[in-house]
């Protein structure tokens, strides 16, 4: 069981150097995931995705909006959320109606336009929890519903992590076997950032080949640094207002329901982690609004959504620290390196080998978690109405590849296969009779709902106290 006589709540009494470098180590747990998401949507979208600046702009103003919201004291940071990366590759593949004839460039602002309204269901959620109640809320949205759909969206994307880790199968299983070792076998700080590590080591054996002459098997070079030589030191980010089209919202606005999910375990995480009752004081619905209008604010401006990060709750674990001071001295460090062009395009050299082998175990993460959502909050599949939930879900979320368009007058309209996949299974979990779930019964299955490398560290994670309701 977790010592808390030993945790610090206010980290001033440390002193200033020791505040700074905490901050730091909480930027170090969010950095490797969060560039990973621009990374890997300038991918989709063939070089004219997100802006890693932009990204890490965002992180670190979203962090402080929602500590700002949550009355300055919840101890999260807020990183680039993985969820919705299935919504950016379908938007950077649409061809039809006002589709048809864009370039990849053009179509983005419409995609994070989707996540602009994304990030206002969470309004709508917190407005709803706030007069009715979590359990009843909750009673809609079972792990029998959301643990299909973040297995759905882990699956729809293992052929793009097949097509880049293709290109350099060497880099590909190193940057694999990295994240692994450091993820199962790393001890304290090293266990909380295995993505970060990954992309470090294998990208310091790209550097080798590189130097000694050696090529990708197709013949191109390993690295490609022109970009990183012409980007200049000190630079405003590249921000890009965002556009709005009904399909690309019906593709990205359905995730939310698993990142509200998300956002509602990595809430108790943290109150589990600090021994405090966030849920309560200062309450879900203001953390909801917080993290919401963080993210619609920075797909606004052409930004990925923003999520709360386990990765940083490892590392509260881990420091016993819990002051949300600390948080936003990281959120601040995000901000200074999002004005710094030269580091954007350095990461941005990455080779898509190196991409690909981390996204090869961290899509399949994506949907272990959606396993071990229904795992642990205890879905009993030997009731027929929960099987049939699951399956529907399941076929619509991975069968519909190309999604339903639809004419509404004029317009085009594409439900997409996660959309369909949402739609069908609240609609049966509604009707269907035997819906016996109650949130709040079984903390560990409630903890462990969201889509993280580390929602905890391993020990001491399902026997942590959490304050009774």
């Not at 990954?198 to 080949?209: D, K, R």
């Not at 390196?337 to 080779?351: M, R, T, V, W």
């Not at 007058?409 to 009707?431: F, K, M, P």
């Not at 019964?441 to 106290?465: F, K, Q, V, W, Y």
């Amino acid at each position: 069981m977790s010592d808390k006589t030993q945790a610090i709540t206010d980290a001033r009494a440390l002193g200033v150097p020791k505040m700074l470098l905490l901050g730091i180590q909480h930027m170090f747990a969010m950095f490797g995931a969060t560039i990973l998401v621009p990374i890997l949507v300038t991918g989709y979208f063939h070089g004219e995705g997100l802006s890693v600046q932009v990204t890490l702009f965002f992180a670190g103003i979203g962090t402080l909006f929602f500590h700002f919201c949550s009355k300055l004291k919840v101890p999260a940071f807020l990183g680039s959320s993985f969820a919705f990366l299935g919504g950016f590759a379908t938007v950077a593949e649409l061809d039809s109606g006002r589709f048809a004839n864009m370039s990849y460039g053009e179509k983005l602002p419409y995609a994070t336009g989707g996540i602009v309204i994304a990030g206002l269901l969470y309004l709508v959620l917190a407005l709803i929890i706030k007069l009715v109640g979590l359990e009843k809320v909750m009673k809609y949205l079972p792990p029998v519903v959301t643990g299909p759909i973040i297995i759905c969206i882990g699956l729809s994307l293992a052929p793009s992590a097949i097509g880049n880790a293709g290109t350099n199968w060497l880099l590909a299983f190193i940057a694999l076997a990295t994240v692994i070792i450091f993820n199962i076998w790393g001890k304290g700080m090293w266990k909380i950032i295995p993505i970060l590590m990954g992309v470090v080591i294998s990208y310091a054996v790209a550097l080798i080949l590189n130097a000694f002459g050696f090529t990708n098997p197709d013949g191109s070079a390993i690295l490609n640094f022109s970009n990183v030589a012409n980007a200049s030191i000190v630079g405003m980010p590249p921000f890009q207002i965002c556009k709005f089209d009904l399909t690309a919202i019906l593709v990205m606005a359905p995730i939310a329901i698993a990142t509200m999910m998300e956002h509602i375990g990595d809430i108790s995480a943290i109150s589990a982690t600090t021994g405090q009752n966030f849920l309560e004081d200062p309450g879900l619905h203001r953390t909801l609004i917080g993290d919401g209008l963080a993210t619609s604010l920075s797909a606004l401006f052409g930004g990925p959504a923003n999520t709360t990060y386990g990765e940083n709750t490892g590392v509260l674990e881990l420091s016993k620290v819990y002051d949300p001071r600390v948080i936003r001295l990281a959120a601040v460090f995000a901000l200074v390196l999002s004005f710094i062009p030269k580091i954007s395009e350095l990461i941005g050299s990455l080779p898509a080998s190196i991409i690909g082998g981390i996204s090869f175990i961290l899509y399949g993460m994506i949907s272990a978690i959606g396993v071990r959502n229904v795992v642990e909050n205890k879905v009993d599949f030997t009731k027929s109405r929960n099987l049939m939930i699951a399956a529907v879900i399941l076929v619509c979320g991975l069968g519909f590849s190309n999604g339903l368009t639809f004419q509404i007058g004029s317009a085009s309209i594409t439900l997409t296969s996660l959309a369909i996949a949402a739609i069908a299974g609240i609609l049966l979990n509604a009707i269907l009779p035997g819906n016996d779930y109650k949130f709040g019964s079984n903390r560990s299955g409630d903890i462990h709902r969201g889509i993280a490398i580390t929602p905890l560290m391993e020990e001491g994670a399902d026997d942590t106290p959490v304050k009774e309701d």
